[in-house]
């Protein structure tokens, strides 16, 4: 399931900054939305949010009984509290649930089951920060989609171009630390 953003992580004067101008909504009309693509990627390989800090919803409707793992890292807390029908009291939640801020794994079991947590980065890390104005540029410099050009002896191959992570790239293995899901 795609996880939108509505603000990019990095903003136009980070890739002005960043490209010592040479990349501005000037010269690239199209620079915003390119940001704004780029971190809807990250968010989506990444399988969560990442920043800002919100407060969000976890919500499993019946199946086998299961752990609750929380689609996040940076937990900050637990609030809300109901396994397969019983809602738990806040002195229940703060006495008797456990989590791991950096790993989304809780000591909940259950089917049916609804968790309101707060989780996020306060500020965006400065990889996914880079990472978001590399994918933006490369899909700027590559109008029409291109990953690789030549011309006669010389070749150049643009990664990132065409859309996605790729898990085994420079980007990809930068990005790997914020991922839900990844082996230690």
């Not at 919500?59 to 019983?86: H, K, Q, S, Y």
Request: hydrophobic share 40%; net charge negative; with cysteine.
């Amino acid at each position: 399931m795609p996880i939108n953003a509505t603000e990019p992580f990095a903003s136009v004067e980070d890739m002005e900054k960043r490209s010592q101008g040479e990349i501005s909504a000037a010269t690239h009309p199209y620079l915003a939305s390119e940001l704004l693509a780029a971190t809807n990627d990250i968010r989506s390989f990444c399988r969560w949010h990442i920043s800002p800090v919100l407060e969000k919803d976890y919500v499993r409707f019946g199946g086998f009984a299961d752990d609750v793992w929380l689609p996040a890292m940076e937990i900050t807390g637990i609030t809300e509290v109901v396994i397969d029908g019983e809602a738990w009291t806040p002195e229940q939640i703060e006495d008797e649930v456990e989590f791991d801020p950096a790993t989304g794994w809780t000591n909940l079991y259950g089917r049916a089951v609804r968790v309101k947590y707060t989780a996020g980065f306060a500020e965006v890390p400065q990889s996914v920060k880079s990472a978001t104005l590399e994918l933006a540029a490369a899909a700027l410099g590559t109008a029409l989609g291109q990953t690789r050009e030549q011309a006669g002896a010389v070749s150049i191959q643009f990664e990132g171009a065409g859309g996605g992570i790729d898990p085994e790239s420079t980007r990809g293995r930068r990005l790997i630390e914020y991922r839900i899901g990844r082996l230690p």
